[in-house]
């Protein structure tokens, strides 16, 4: 993939998940998006050595009903985006540094905010303030967003606990059941011992609710409820690092409806906590 693939975050989203055939089609609309309003489907199955059946599937795939319609969200995502990324250099100055580092979290928030589906948020709100337990499950840096995402869910009265540790994770997995809600979290949406805590809540019969950065992935196959969410990648400061912050993001957005959702709930908890906090304090 090129650095076209910016102008286009939910293909590169779904990449990950993509077959060669689909891969190939992917790749030519990334590197030639000045084709994309007059291509035809006949042309691009040609052009990307591939079939026009194999077009319409990538399409579907995707969520769209034809060409035309996903031509004509790409377009629209590809005006949207800025002609601004730019790659760290070794020679930047920190106001270099800072700018590009900020506008890669803002150009992902943006990209986030197109992508991500606000049935699947209001689907996760009304199952976390349902669930009989929250079990939180993430590795590395996502297990930073899963404490952040266990203090919050805290202030709510709901029984939340985040782990980051494989053994606890799959130890977890196999005390949950129907009523309970799983929350994993990871960027890739690959890594096999989250996926394995994943896959035995699920036949216990706990909902599994995805945060991820690639629609595609494993986790997000796995998932009753996905939640995507991307950051932009930058030299010398990983998408991963990026993705964090998005992510934290998302967890804000599932946060502000459950205190829309449970108003009486959060208003008599946070007075409660200040007050509990005010005493801590000389």
């Given at each position: 993939m090129t650095d076209t693939t910016q102008q286009f975050p939910m293909l590169r989203s779904a990449y990950g998940g993509m077959t060669k055939a689909e891969k190939r089609i992917a790749d030519y609309l990334f590197a030639h998006p000045d084709e994309l309003v007059d291509i035809t489907i006949a042309e691009l199955a040609q052009k990307a050595q591939s079939s026009e059946i194999t077009v319409s599937r990538f399409c579907k795939k995707l969520g769209f009903s034809g060409l035309q319609s996903l031509k004509i969200a790409l377009a629209g995502a590809r005006n949207e985006t800025a002609d601004h990324f730019l790659d760290i250099q070794p020679g930047d100055g920190y106001d270099d540094i800072t700018a590009k580092v900020f506008q890669s979290i803002i150009d992902g928030l943006t990209d986030t905010r197109r992508l991500l589906d606000p049935a699947a948020c209001d689907a996760a709100v009304q199952a976390l303030?349902?669930?009989?337990?929250?079990?939180?499950?993430?590795?590395?840096?996502?297990?930073?967003?899963?404490?952040?995402?266990?203090?919050?869910?805290?202030?709510?009265?709901?029984?939340?606990?985040?782990?980051?540790?494989?053994?606890?994770?799959?130890?977890?997995?196999?005390?949950?059941?129907?009523?309970?809600?799983?929350?994993?979290?990871?960027?890739?949406?690959?890594?096999?011992?989250?996926?394995?805590?994943?896959?035995?809540?699920?036949?216990?019969?706990?909902?599994?609710?995805?945060?991820?950065?690639?629609?595609?992935?494993?986790?997000?196959?796995?998932?009753?409820?996905?939640?995507?969410?991307?950051?932009?990648?930058?030299?010398?400061?990983?998408?991963?690092?990026?993705?964090?912050?998005?992510?934290?993001?998302?967890?804000?957005?599932?946060?502000?409806?459950?205190?829309?959702?449970?108003?009486?709930?959060?208003?008599?908890?946070?007075?409660?906590?200040?007050?509990?906090?005010?005493?801590?304090?000389?």
């Open positions: 303030a349902g669930a009989h337990r929250i079990a939180v499950y993430g590795f590395g840096n996502s297990a930073t967003v899963c404490r952040d995402i266990e203090t919050r869910l805290l202030r709510f009265g709901l029984v939340v606990q985040a782990y980051s540790d494989g053994h606890q994770q799959i130890t977890s997995a196999a005390l949950l059941g129907p009523g309970d809600v799983v929350l994993a979290v990871s960027h890739t949406g690959a890594t096999r011992d989250l996926l394995a805590s994943v896959a035995m809540a699920k036949r216990n019969g706990a909902t599994i609710l995805a945060l991820t950065s690639h629609a595609a992935s494993e986790l997000a196959r796995a998932a009753d409820i996905v939640l995507v969410g991307m950051g932009r990648e930058v030299r010398y400061c990983s998408e991963a690092a990026a993705s964090r912050l998005i992510h934290m993001a998302i967890v804000d957005v599932l946060y502000t409806g459950l205190a829309l959702r449970l108003p009486e709930r959060y208003q008599t908890n946070l007075e409660r906590m200040r007050a509990a906090i005010a005493e801590k304090r000389l």
